[in-house]
């Protein structure tokens, strides 16, 4: 694995990740802001919510990038079609198996099933996070299969 | 408790008469307002900012705007009040089998918690015997013209998407829904009460309140008010009136900027019946000396700071020329456009959004800011810079145009004229950058230049806006017509009030535009609409720099105190006829006029300097002999 090439990428990535994220909340295509939803498991102060979860993210999003990585050298494959094809499937999973597993792991998050208590008033995702707008798993799509695209194309094979 | 929700009802709207516009009441967070009728309807609401546009807009039309309404089934009278020191509205209805208080308020952000961005809460409890309350649910987005689709989710609550954002009500019962609209009818015994959270998010995921919190969250909003209020230095003897007029004025100031808006409505009418429909929710310059001079002598220093901070830096984009009016964010107001599906209150058509008035070239703003700052700065505040750099450009900016004819102070959209108000605060603008130069606080100022203009400009009021046949200031320079701005002469320190040409205008002014029961018309229109309210504060203000005896100012103030209505609150105009309010509700400017004459009177009982616009005021012996 190239180390150097992958801290790089990855960090490029990661960063037109959360902006094409916070550009379509911005724009109003979705409420879905994820540094919010990831600080907001640390703190309930949502000013620092959102500067923990920015943090957070892009840690995150450095992190989860080694995935991507290793699936390139394995397949040998690092074209940038192929990083927006495993962005793409990211998205899914996020999309479906995270959306539907965060209500749950998320402290703070309300649960259709039980509704809003003290502790948690989140508003959960919903399926394929259409909760927080129509177009939230087009901006989801768009932005992990740039995510994905970038990181291939940055990425220099080992 | 039983619930009984309605999925078809009869009606979806309560039908018949508009309410009176001084039935109103208001209730906001700094951000947005609410007003809220005596039968319990919240008819107005815009989410998230005073302009943008509404979700409930009954107010101008009842079968299209939209409504949240709450209110007893049977006959029912009320009574309603503020708590004390609190934007929070108490209405109590009482009907033949019991006694119910609806609390209305919409809470203060509280930093850093995890509450909604913006909410309504609403609480009706019962406090005797047992009665049947209907809650109605019917938003209507983008001024009537959307029809939201409510989609019940189970304990989450239910919720309706509109524009950008997403609405959320919850309640301690589930209201039926009747795809756009959601009824709730349910008995209450003493002692039993329903709580609703209704809440808009726009930039994340909404925040779902919990219920069983409502209530500690009501009294954390209602210290913060009080917290507000215990901070406000005024002791005098119209308290409890000031006290409603700063809480307002308060509730008007979008506490992102600091910029205040002249009020929370749009095209409620001047006349009933009428086209004079403007819309108000955006920020006039010329308000700004008044209102800061409120703001420093209630001992609001940091409000007082923060607005004319948006002044000098959020209206950047146009210096050094201003604009007359600015949204909240310092942008140019919105291009003018008439609502197809609101018809307006009593049918007074149009509606309007947004304002043509940006487009207007009004000479007096200058001296608004200019002296705004001044004041400022008499009360200790610093200018930094920048602010310094944009004073001068603005004071360079009055002596290249100071001669040129404007659209004035009240807006008409027939032509410009040279205004004799225009000159004034012209004529305020070079006096004060001269009084601040000469003190010190303000560099690189043509002083000459300045001097020598603003003195001409005090030779053409003293010649050409006095008509000797009238023996009084006129309107326009050269004119014949009179109008109530023209008291303020005494105000910005260009005549004293007790000056033989002052006492003779004011005797003009009453004489034609005074009504028998002390109220003024600005100026003489044909037909005529209401008595403008802040006219009859400058009168009292008027008084109470000198014109007259302490006790004329207090007679004239407690007289005009019968004109608002029964929570304290005014709107821009008074029916001569009725008392009633009109004109949209409530109104910035009104108040700032009361806390101003309260201001001047309980200065002079107290024997204090009224009015620090500068120490060596113009008023001194060398301008007078000037102007003799």
Redesign the interface.
């Known amino acids: 694995m190239n180390w150097s090439s992958w801290i790089l990428s990855g960090f490029v990535a990661t960063v037109v990740l959360s902006a094409a994220l916070a550009t379509s909340?911005?724009l109003?295509f979705t409420?879905?802001?994820l540094p919010?939803?990831i600080g907001?498991v640390l703190t309930?102060?949502?000013?620092?919510a959102r500067l923990y979860g920015f943090m957070a993210h892009v840690i995150n999003g450095w992190a989860f990038s080694i995935i991507y990585v290793l699936i390139f050298e394995t397949t040998r494959n690092a074209s940038w079609w192929f990083g927006l094809v495993i962005g793409l499937v990211h998205a899914l999973f996020v999309l479906t198996i995270g959306t539907m597993l965060l209500p749950t792991l998320h402290p703070?998050m309300?649960t259709?099933?039980?509704?809003?208590?003290?502790k948690r008033?989140?508003?959960?995702?919903g399926f394929m996070a259409l909760?927080?707008?129509y177009q939230t798993p087009i901006s989801v799509f768009l932005s992990h299969a740039a995510f994905g695209a970038i990181l291939a194309a940055l990425y220099k094979l080992h | 408790m039983s619930a009984q929700p309605i999925v078809n009802p009869n009606h979806t709207f309560p039908q018949g008469k508009f309410p009176r516009i001084c039935d109103y009441a208001v209730i906001g967070d700094c951000r947005s307002a609410a007003l809220v009728s005596k039968d319990g309807s919240i008819d107005w609401l815009c989410w998230p900012r005073f302009d943008s546009p509404s979700i409930f807009a009954a107010l101008l039309d009842r079968e299209r705007g939209g409504l949240w309404k709450i209110s007893p089934i049977s006959k029912y009278s009320i009574k309603r009040h503020y708590l004390p020191d609190t934007n929070i509205l108490q209405t109590e209805f009482t009907t033949e089998s019991g006694t119910a208080v609806l609390t209305d308020l919409m809470p203060v952000r509280e930093?850093?918690?995890?509450v909604p961005d913006h909410e309504i809460i609403r609480q009706i409890e019962c406090t005797s015997g047992e009665l049947e309350i209907e809650v109605l649910l019917s938003p209507r987005g983008n001024y009537g013209d959307a029809t939201p689709k409510l989609e019940q989710?189970?304990?989450?609550?239910l919720r309706f998407?509109h524009?950008?954002?997403?609405y959320?009500l919850?309640g301690s019962e589930s209201l039926g829904v009747n795809e756009h609209s959601a009824i709730l009818r349910h008995q209450l015994k003493s002692g039993e009460s329903l709580l609703f959270s209704l809440s808009y998010?726009?930039?994340?995921?909404?925040?779902?309140?919990?219920i069983?919190?409502i209530r500690h969250r009501m009294s954390v909003c209602a210290d913060w008010w009080r917290q507000w209020v215990g901070a406000m230095r005024y002791e005098g003897e119209f308290r409890d009136e000031v006290v409603r007029s700063a809480l307002t004025l308060k509730l008007l100031t979008y506490v992102l900027s600091g910029a205040v808006v002249a009020a929370p409505t749009t095209s409620l009418p001047e006349r009933i019946g009428g086209s004079l429909n403007w819309d108000y929710r955006y920020c006039w310059l010329r308000d700004a000396s008044l209102t800061i001079r409120a703001m420093l002598e209630l001992g609001y220093l940091d409000e007082a700071a923060q607005f004319l901070d948006w002044m000098l830096h959020a209206t950047r984009l146009t210096q050094p020329q201003l604009r007359i009016l600015y949204t909240v964010f310092g942008n140019s107001a919105p291009k003018e456009w008439e609502s197809k599906t609101l018809r307006g209150y009593e049918n007074s058509a149009p509606v309007r959004i947004g304002n043509a008035a940006r487009d207007q070239l009004q000479l007096d703003v200058y001296g608004e800011v200019i002296d705004a700052a001044s004041q400022y700065v008499f009360h200790g505040g610093n200018l930094d810079h920048e602010m310094q750099k944009v004073l001068v450009g603005f004071g360079n900016y009055v002596v290249k145009h100071w001669d040129e004819p404007d659209e004035g102070l009240w807006e008409p959209r027939n032509g410009r004229q040279n205004h004799t108000h225009s000159r004034l605060m012209c004529w305020t603008a070079l006096d004060r950058l001269v009084s601040l130069a000469e003190q010190g606080k303000l560099k690189r100022v043509k002083v000459e230049e300045y001097k020598r203009n603003r003195d001409a400009i005090q030779q053409q009021i003293c010649t050409r806006a006095w008509n000797e046949n009238l023996k009084s200031y006129v309107s326009v320079l050269d004119g014949e017509d009179l109008d109530a701005s023209l008291l303020l002469l005494s105000w910005y320190g260009f005549e004293k009030p007790d000056s033989p040409r002052m006492q003779a205008t004011y005797e003009a002014i009453r004489r034609q535009l005074g009504t028998r029961d002390g109220l003024l018309y600005r100026y003489h229109v044909n037909p005529p609409e209401g008595t403008f309210a802040i006219c009859s504060f400058w009168e009292a203000e008027y008084l109470a720099l000198g014109a007259g005896k302490s006790d004329e100012c207090r007679k004239l103030m407690k007289s005009l105190f019968k004109y608002q209505n029964d929570i304290g609150l005014y709107g821009e105009e008074i029916d001569a006829q009725t008392g009633d309010a009109l004109g949209n509700f409530p109104q910035a400017f009104t108040h700032i006029g009361l806390i101003g004459a309260a201001l001047s009177l309980d200065q002079r009982v107290k024997g204090e300097q009224q009015l620090g616009h500068r120490p060596e005021s113009a008023m001194d012996e060398e301008h007078q002999s000037k102007v003799a």
Do not use: F, K
């Not at chain 2, 998010?201 to 919990?210: H, Q, S």
């Open positions: 909340q911005g109003g409420r879905m802001n919010y939803l907001a309930h102060d949502r000013d620092r703070r309300a259709e099933r039980h509704g809003p208590t003290a008033q989140l508003e959960p995702p909760n927080y707008g | 930093n850093g918690s995890l989710r189970g304990r989450l609550g998407c524009g950008r954002g997403v959320w919850r998010t726009e930039n994340a995921p909404a925040i779902l309140p919990d069983s919190q």
